[in-house]
C-alpha cells in the first residue's frame, strides 16, 4: 500500500480540524494540478513518451521545480516498468507516492521552532515588502500565545512607511508589547532595546521584524549581519530562527527570492503565505528542490489561526486528493 492509501484512511479521523484547512486553503492547487492530470490520464490509451513529457510540463507548471520533476518523472517511470502498468487511469497514486517520498527522503526536514530551553528565543523575520511579513509575524505571535509562550515584538522595519505602525496595532490587538523606533532610524537600535526589554521582563520569545527591500543587497546584508551580532551579544545562541517569508502566489519568483535571501544570511525555515490563493501549490516541493531549507509553515487564509505548521503529509493530501477520488 502506498503513502495516498494510507494517509487518506488516517487523516480521517485525525487531526480534522487541520485537514480541513489544508483541504481547503490547496483547493485552488489541488483542482489545478488534478484537473490537469486526470485529462492527461483520459487522453491517452496507453503510457509512452508523450504521456511522460505532457506530465513534466504540468508539474513543472504547478511550480514543482525541473530538477525535482525529473527525479520525480524517473521514478514513476521506474514503477510503471516494475508493475507492468499500461492504463495511464492507474498512474495517478504512483504519481502522489513519488512526490511524497522523494520530499520526505532527501534528508530531515523539521518544521519545529527552536526555542532556547533556558534563555530568550529570538526569531528574525525576513522578506520582501508585500509577502506577508508583519501580518505572518502578528499569526506566529498568536500561535506561540496559544502555545502559553510570552511574546514581544520588535519593529526593525524602519524604512518602509507605516510598517511600524502596522506592527504596532498588532500588537495591540494580541495585547502584547511592541518595541519600536523612529521612521528611517537604526533598526539594529531598536533591536537592542527590545532585547534588553525582553530579558528584563523574562519574556519567552521575541519576534523581530527586518526590512524588506532587495534592491541594494550590500546595504540589507549589512544591516541584517548587524542585527545578528547585536542579538549575539545579548543571547548568545541567537537567533534561534531566521524565517523567510515568501509569498507563494509569486511562483518561481519567491523561490527566486528565497535564493537570494539565503545568500545573504543564514535562513532557517520559510514560511510560505497565500497558499490559498495559488493554483501553483508545487512550490514546497520546488523550495525543497532548489534550497534545502524546510518550510516550516504555511498560511492558508485570512484568519489568525489559518497560519498552520507544515505537515507534509497534510500537504500532499490536500494538494493531490482530487485525484484520488
Given amino acids: 500500500m502506498g503513502f495516498f492509501s494510507k494517509i487518506k484512511d ?22 489545478s494540478l488534478s484537473s490537469k492530470i486526470n485529462e492527461l490520464a483520459a487522453r491517452y490509451r496507453e503510457i509512452d513518451d508523450a504521456y511522460f513529457e505532457e506530465l513534466e510540463n504540468i508539474l513543472i507548471m504547478s511550480d514543482v521545480g525541473v530538477s525535482m520533476v525529473m527525479t520525480i518523472v524517473d521514478e514513476i517511470k521506474k514503477e510503471v516498468r516494475l508493475q507492468n502498468i499500461k492504463d495511464p487511469a492507474k498512474i495517478n497514486e504512483i504519481i502522489v507516492d513519488k512526490m511524497f517520498v522523494i520530499y520526505a527522503n532527501e534528508g530531515y526536514m523539521t518544521t519545529k521552532i527552536n526555542y532556547a530551553d533556558d534563555d530568550l528565543t529570538v526569531i528574525l523575520m525576513v522578506g520582501v515588502n508585500g509577502a506577508g511579513k508583519t501580518t505572518t509575524i502578528a499569526k506566529l505571535a498568536h500561535m506561540m500565545l496559544q502555545d502559553g509562550k510570552s511574546v514581544m515584538l520588535a519593529a526593525g522595519d524602519t524604512f518602509r512607511a507605516g510598517a511600524i505602525d502596522q506592527l504596532a496595532v498588532w500588537a495591540d490587538r494580541l495585547h502584547v508589547e511592541c518595541i519600536k523606533g523612529k521612521e528611517g532610524g537604526d533598526p539594529s537600535a ?25 534592491q541594494n543587497k550590500v546595504n540589507l546584508m549589512n544591516e541584517l549581519e548587524k542585527m545578528n551580532r547585536i542579538i549575539k551579544r545579548v ?5 534561534q530562527e531566521t524565517l523567510l517569508v515568501i509569498d507563494a502566489t509569486t511562483g518561481q519568483n519567491g523561490v527566486s527570492q528565497a535564493s537570494e535571501f539565503a545568500k ?31 518550510v516550516k509553515f504555511i498560511g492558508l487564509g485570512e484568519q489568525m489561526d489559518d497560519l498552520q505548521e507544515f505537515d507534509l503529509e497534510q500537504y500532499i493530501y490536500g494538494l493531490c486528493k482530487n485525484m484520488m477520488e
Wanted: proline letters at 4%.
Fill in 264 to 294: 545573504i544570511t543564514d535562513i532557517t525555515g520559510i514560511v510560505l503565505t497565500k497558499m490559498d490563493g495559488t493554483a501553483k501549490g508545487g512550490i514546497v516541493l520546488s523550495i525543497k528542490d532548489k534550497l534545502n531549507i524546510p
Fill in 235 to 239: 543571547v548568545p545562541n541567537g537567533p
Fill in 10 to 31: 488516517a487523516l480521517v479521523g485525525n487531526s480534522a480540524k487541520q485537514n480541513e484547512k489544508y483541504v481547503a486553503g490547496l483547493d485552488k492547487s489541488s483542482s
Fill in 190 to 214: 531598536v533591536v537592542f532595546d527590545a532585547l534588553k526589554h525582553a530579558k528584563e521582563k523574562n519574556i519567552d520569545v521575541l519576534i523581530c521584524d527586518t526590512a524588506g527591500r532587495l
